[in-house]
DNA sequence: CCGGATCCATTAGGATACTG
DNA sequence: CAGTATCCTAATGGATCCGG
């Protein structure tokens, strides 16, 4: 029984730190590994482009998952890594990644193996 | 380690079943109810229109999260309730329960009690 | 009672060019 | 290197009215 009172918020307050098109990926590379810069995470993430990488990052960062470190030099250096809280969201992203496998196979089951991904 | 293959985006599947305005408050009412006919839903989400509502019933009955059941009858009955499939969504949600209670609270150390909830 | 159809507002996402 | 600024498109959410 979870429900009544604040309960049902609680998950959209979780989804709205998930929600963004990027910010899964990002989060899992700097889970994976640990500290990377702006342009590490640019290359880690192809089809990014700088704003929306930027806009995700910002994002996270505004929620208090991610520490946004500046180094004042020249050239800029900007590193990016998981805070402490933040890292409360791994079980999160752990039991949706278990479903996740479960449910590409699910898709295969319903669809057939024929499409690539669920989108349109 | 969970990373590379087609890893990422299990966490995006996970999240494209969730996302949309009232699809955790739906889920939540039927997991917790069993089965709920159209206007039962109606009246525990009073701010949902029956367009929005439709919309996002069809979309969990889409990805066979939720069963759609149609009694042929005047006046009409339909019925909806979560699939042992969608059953699976359970840990998910309840992880992201967990994790938006204390976030709730840090919230409130961040911004203090001032505000009514997050968005915007 | 449970919708569908139409139209409109808001938001998210992106292409491109420019900058300290 | 790590961003802004501008402009644009697509997707989402909603108000309202119609129908079996």
Redesign the pocket.
Known sequence: MVHECKSKRTVETALEIL????KPVILFHLIDQGTL????L?RLIP????????????ELEYHDIIN?K?YAQ???????SITEYGEGLKPVLLSMHEWGLTHLDHLDDLYGESQETIE?
Not at 19 to 22: A, E, P
Not at 37 to 40: K, V
């Open positions: 929600v963004g098109k990027w810069r702006f342009s590490e640019q089809d990014v482009t700088k704003k929306m990488l930027t806009t995700q990052l910002r946004r500046v020249i050239p800029p250096k900007v590193e990016y349109k």
